[in-house]
């Protein structure tokens, strides 16, 4: 029987898009397709724009202004609007095998989602891959008023686990980016493990920022194998 903790020893908090969601490509098809609904300028380089917000964990306000710092604000918060609206009406593909990951990691872990997201579109993604169950709670900029890396993201995730008789010490981050969940599980001083499948880093990114070789892993699939032990 695999078993490394019980649900009551330890805690795995997952980011959602890039790790548990496939959401990195669709959503630079939506960011663009919104843009263009809103008149905004599509420069050449508007790809690598977008995945260098997302690589710094930029809030939307400071992503919008960081592709078109020139635009209006009231036309920007038209953007954002319909950008929210279609991510609370149109479902991501979680990454294969996902699901089985969590349904079996859930029997040994608290399990939670802590994402800068904000929280009408992360429960519709929740739902609509039908994960709701699986999780012990979500965290959000909604409830902390700030977001990752900012420790102050991690006070609801500890109230959470305190509560659940799990430690800090026991805490253990999954995530994606670099100075998002890496450099807030750093802020924490909580053990982390790098996916590498939404294709935000590569392996050797998240190796010269000193994330060792064993903690990086191709998708979320694959933690089970890391963490639960045969016996």
């Given at each position: ?49 977008i995945i ?117 010490q026991n ?54 194998d890391k ?5």
């Amino acid at each position: 029987m695999d078993k490394l903790y019980t649900r009551t020893r330890g805690c795995l908090c997952f980011d959602l898009d890039g790790t548990i969601l496939n959401s990195v490509q669709e959503s630079l098809k939506r960011v663009i397709k919104v843009a263009e609904s809103c008149s905004l300028p599509i420069e050449s380089n508007i790809e690598e724009k977008i995945i260098s917000g997302w690589k710094k964990s930029l809030g939307k306000q400071d992503f919008m202004f960081s592709i078109w710092p020139q635009e209006a604000p009231d036309k920007l918060q038209v953007f954002m609007k319909a950008w929210e609206e279609m991510d609370s009406s149109e479902s991501y593909e979680i990454f294969p095998n996902t699901k089985e990951a969590l349904e079996k990691l859930c029997k040994y872990f608290y399990l939670g989602i802590l994402t800068n997201r904000h929280l009408p579109s992360v429960f519709f993604q929740i739902r609509k891959n039908s994960l709701m169950p699986l999780f012990d709670f979500i965290v959000t900029p909604n409830w902390t008023k700030t977001k990752k890396p900012d420790p102050k993201m991690m006070i609801p995730v500890f109230e959470k686990c305190k509560q659940a008789g799990i430690s800090e010490q026991n805490i253990i981050l999954i995530g994606d980016t670099l100075e998002g969940d890496w450099q807030l599980a750093k802020n924490c001083g909580l053990e982390f493990y790098a996916v590498l499948a939404g294709g935000i880093h590569t392996r050797e990114e998240f190796l010269v920022a000193g994330i060792p070789e064993n903690h990086i892993i191709g998708s979320v699939a694959n933690l089970p194998d890391k963490l639960l032990i045969s016996g």
